[in-house]
């Protein structure tokens, strides 16, 4: 039998075991020697752990974690079912992970058992501790895609106080997201928590929320009680100002506030709008051809100035050439070029006095459409593909930061375009516009594109130059916004965007 028709075969038989579960795990004794070996050697088959294979395309380059994170928690899901059924709980601090929507994969995973404790080594230094404590294994859990957690109130009570410290945004989303203080009340003298009691009562009292913290302090002496309320955190002032529906959502304006004040006393002072508008829009257009080579290459295109050009002039012709119509690239560069010019004309807006948040919210979905329109009209995807947000999972190259899930998308965006719309700093708009929108990942592609628009078109609304993202520069640019991502540290990404600034500057001269 041909090879090519036994990897299919075997193929079908493994991703119906996949499909199975639904996930691209699949366990040794699953398969048949033949089936495993075969798709090991044409690496169709990952080893996660002894056992366990990670079912994924051979395509996928040696050393790129981005099939591994994007696996992750399906691989534990499946992992503990197969071992422990339902009798097992993540620890407090991952199980409040799963509740807040943590979007960073994290180091160490914490499992309680009954029994059959073990540490586990997983892909990209990530690892699995399972240990025995069946006195302190939960009898009531809640479950979060597939995987057994601690209900909130318990996980709120149970997580230590340098929690508190450490990871102050993820429990301020997480008292917040309680939807009656009797649920936290309930878990405290059930579990007898009163100095996490203490530690609760004094987050509230420290967000402003009196009436809950002075509800469960009442009902807690009630019970006989006694509470002496400490606020458990080390900053001056609470991260979020009010309730949220969506975890993702509270987290989206969290991470706005965080960061605005640190961008501002670094960024260059604002300028204002040009005076001059039409000379900005011929500086804009005379860096074109360079900003459409560096960020398409960013991206992963092979582009040329002469593809650039053919397109910039109108001489790409799919209907004539059928070179132009199959390359992906040349798709890829029309695309840019008519986005560009739509972007454009969101810029003429903004530079004429228009808002430039509410710009961004008209115009996005048409820079989109714009940037994806040469496929559409190639037969590649339809239009309907384009509309709307993402209705997938996406997960980013070599990043510990996966995107919130596609039901997050639409409250995350509506909190990210009130945060552009009220923001007040051009730079503020334009290093958050960037990276919120790619924290986000609305769309299953072009996101990085948009947000260099993003980050143009807000410069642009403060008098700063038009300013090009160097591919030569990719690796700090990536580098820079995982920083941003997993240390919570903007001023690398702000210092990069302020030397390209200078370099772009420096072009037009």
């Known amino acids: 039998m041909d090879t090519h028709i036994k990897i299919a075969d075997a193929l079908t038989r493994v991703k119906a075991i996949a499909d199975a579960r639904g996930a691209h795990i699949v366990k040794f004794s699953e398969i048949s020697r033949a089936d495993r070996e075969l798709l090991i050697r044409t690496q169709w088959l990952h080893e996660i752990i002894k056992g366990w294979y990670l079912f994924t ?55 309680i058992v009954k029994q059959g404790g073990s540490t586990q080594q997983l892909p990209f230094k990530t690892s699995l501790l399972i240990y025995s404590d069946a006195k302190n294994l939960p009898t009531e859990k809640k479950e979060i895609n597939g995987l057994q957690v601690m209900p909130l109130p318990f996980a709120l009570c149970k997580v230590t106080p340098t929690y508190y410290q450490k990871c102050s945004e993820n429990v301020e ?24 009691a203490e530690r609760i009562i004094g987050s509230y009292e420290f967000f402003g929320l009196k009436k809950e913290a002075l509800e469960i302090k009442n009902d807690l002496i009630h019970a006989g009680m006694l509470i002496n309320a400490s606020n458990p955190f080390l900053q001056n002032k609470p991260h979020l100002s009010k309730q949220f529906q969506s975890p993702y959502a509270a987290r989206i304006e ?100 228009k808002s430039p948040g509410a710009c961004v919210k008209k115009d996005l979905s048409v820079w989109y459409q714009n940037l994806f329109a040469p496929c559409v009209r190639a037969g590649i995807i339809s239009h309907a593909d384009l509309l709307g947000y993402r209705n997938n999972r996406v ?78 520069r990719r690796k700090e640019y990536i580098d820079a916004l995982e920083t941003v991502h997993t240390k919570s540290d903007i001023k690398p990404f702000v210092h990069f965007i302020i030397d390209e600034m200078k370099i772009s500057k420096k072009l037009l001269k």
């Not at 059930?190 to 996490?196: H, I, L, T």
């Open 57 to 111: 395309r051979p395509d996928v380059a040696t050393g790129d974690s981005a099939a591994w994170y994007a696996n992750f928690w399906d691989f534990l899901r499946v992992y503990l079912n197969d071992r422990f059924g339902k009798d097992y709980c993540l620890s407090a601090e991952s199980s409040l992970e799963l509740h807040v929507g943590e979007t960073v994969v994290p180091a160490q995973v914490v499992v």
């Open 395 to 472: 997960f980013i190259r070599n990043s510990l930061h996966a995107p919130p899930p596609k039901e997050a998308v639409l409250d995350s965006m509506d909190v990210f375009f009130q945060c552009i719309a009220t923001e007040k700093s051009a730079c503020v708009r334009a290093i958050l516009g960037h990276y919120i929108f790619v924290f986000i990942h609305p769309y299953m592609d072009g996101n990085g594109r948009i947000a260099r628009f993003i980050l143009n078109t807000m410069l642009a609304s403060g008098g700063y130059p038009w300013s090009v993202v160097q591919v030569a």
């Open 173 to 196: 989303i997480a008292l917040r997201s309680v939807r009656t203080p009797s649920e936290l009340t309930n878990a405290i003298l059930r579990g007898e928590f009163k100095s996490a």
């Open 254 to 353: 969290l991470l706005w506030k965080k960061y605005r004040e640190t961008i501002m006393d670094i960024f260059p002072k604002e300028i204002g709008l040009p005076k001059n508008s039409k000379k900005y829009l011929a500086q804009v257009n005379a860096l074109y051809e360079y900003d459409a080579y560096n960020s398409l290459s960013i991206e992963g295109y092979q582009v040329s100035a002469d593809l650039i050009q053919r397109v910039q002039k109108n001489s790409w012709n799919p209907n004539l050439h059928e070179e132009d119509y199959n390359q992906r690239n040349a798709l890829a560069a029309r695309g840019y070029f008519e986005a560009f010019r739509s972007v454009k004309k969101s810029l003429t807006k903004i530079l004429s006095g």
